[in-house]
């Protein structure tokens, strides 16, 4: 039986590396994208191998067009078909308020965490719907589940993002239900990742899980067990679905 091929964008950390690393284990093909940490990717690509799976990296920057299609030219080159996308790459900038960010700024959240999640989106339709000769599969965004909390005096711009993924999930999973494709989103909550110090405050999830019902922060790979989940033929009547991974949040 050939072995699925899943892409993982923004697969060199957190939690598209779990995802990744699970994924190889329980015998997908995987493809991972980075946008600059080769050496990150690399050393993901590298536990795969070293465990048995077949696994490749390729830079892009999801928010430009033309990576992307050479993105899944290379995909489709190198593994073949793609069954199943992980919409995780995404960015978030410094914590601020509201009216003290430019408009630059939403620019950039926007491209990496919105367009960049649509350019991905619509190379995988046309590869997977049944409407262009494809097999079918699985789309799986990764939001947060700051689209419905709002992330005041912190990230309103990427929870307002995050918001237009969930939007763009809910919508294109009755497109394409009829074609074959499932798509859903995961909402993780306060995880223990690196995106924090990218933000500016290394130690938020400690600061914040008072606050989460479960009295703590997850894991990473907690939320890949959920990304992983929704992508399987284990879910296969399960679309349109906006999952929370908050503890309780």
């Given at each position: 039986?050939?072995?699925?091929?899943?892409?993982?964008?923004?697969?060199?950390?957190?939690?598209?590396?779990?995802?990744?690393?699970?994924?190889?284990?329980?015998?997908?093909?995987?493809?991972?994208?980075?946008?600059?940490?080769?050496?990150?990717?690399?050393?993901?690509?590298?536990?795969?191998?070293?465990?048995?799976?077949?696994?490749?990296?390729?830079?892009?920057?999801?928010?430009?067009?033309?990576?992307?299609?050479?993105?899944?030219?290379?995909?489709?080159?190198?593994?073949?078909?793609?069954?199943?996308?992980?919409?995780?790459?995404?960015?978030?900038?410094?914590?601020?308020?509201?009216?003290?960010?430019?408009?630059?700024?939403?620019?950039?959240?926007?491209?990496?965490?919105?367009?960049?999640s649509f350019l991905?989106?619509?190379?995988?339709?046309?590869?997977?719907?049944?409407?262009?000769?494809?097999?079918?599969?699985?789309?799986?965004?990764?939001?947060?589940a700051a689209a419905?909390?709002?992330?005041?005096?912190?990230?309103?711009?990427?929870?307002?993002?995050?918001?237009?993924?969930?939007?763009?999930?809910?919508?294109?999973?009755?497109?394409?239900?009829?074609?074959?494709?499932?798509?859903?989103?995961?909402?993780?909550?306060l995880i223990y990742?690196?995106?924090?110090?990218?933000?500016?405050?290394?130690?938020?999830?400690?600061?914040?899980?008072?606050?989460?019902?479960?009295?703590?922060?997850?894991?990473?790979?907690?939320?890949?067990?959920?990304?992983?989940?929704?992508?399987?033929?284990?879910?296969?009547?399960?679309?349109?679905?906006?999952?929370?991974?908050?503890?309780?949040?």
């Amino acid at each position: 039986m050939t072995q699925p091929i899943m892409l993982v964008t923004g697969g060199s950390r957190g939690i598209g590396a779990a995802t990744a690393l699970i994924a190889a284990a329980r015998g997908w093909r995987v493809a991972l994208t980075y946008q600059s940490n080769a050496a990150a990717a690399d050393e993901v690509v590298r536990k795969i191998g070293a465990a048995g799976g077949t696994a490749i990296a390729v830079q892009a920057d999801v928010g430009i067009e033309a990576d992307v299609l050479r993105l899944f030219r290379t995909v489709d080159d190198q593994l073949g078909t793609l069954s199943v996308l992980i919409n995780n790459a995404g960015m978030l900038e410094q914590q601020s308020r509201l009216d003290q960010m430019e408009l630059d700024r939403w620019q950039r959240v926007f491209s990496a965490n919105v367009f960049g999640s649509f350019l991905c989106a619509k190379q995988a339709v046309l590869r997977m719907s049944t409407k262009y000769g494809g097999k079918g599969g699985s789309i799986v965004n990764v939001s947060s589940a700051a689209a419905r909390l709002g992330s005041p005096n912190e990230f309103i711009d990427y929870a307002s993002a995050k918001g237009a993924v969930d939007s763009m999930t809910l919508g294109l999973s009755k497109e394409v239900a009829g074609e074959g494709i499932r798509v859903n989103a995961i909402r993780p909550g306060l995880i223990y990742t690196d995106i924090h110090s990218l933000a500016g405050e290394p130690g938020r999830v400690d600061r914040a899980k008072a606050g989460v019902p479960m009295q703590r922060g997850g894991t990473a790979e907690e939320v890949a067990e959920a990304i992983i989940w929704l992508a399987s033929e284990q879910a296969s009547y399960v679309t349109g679905v906006l999952m929370d991974v908050t503890g309780g949040r």
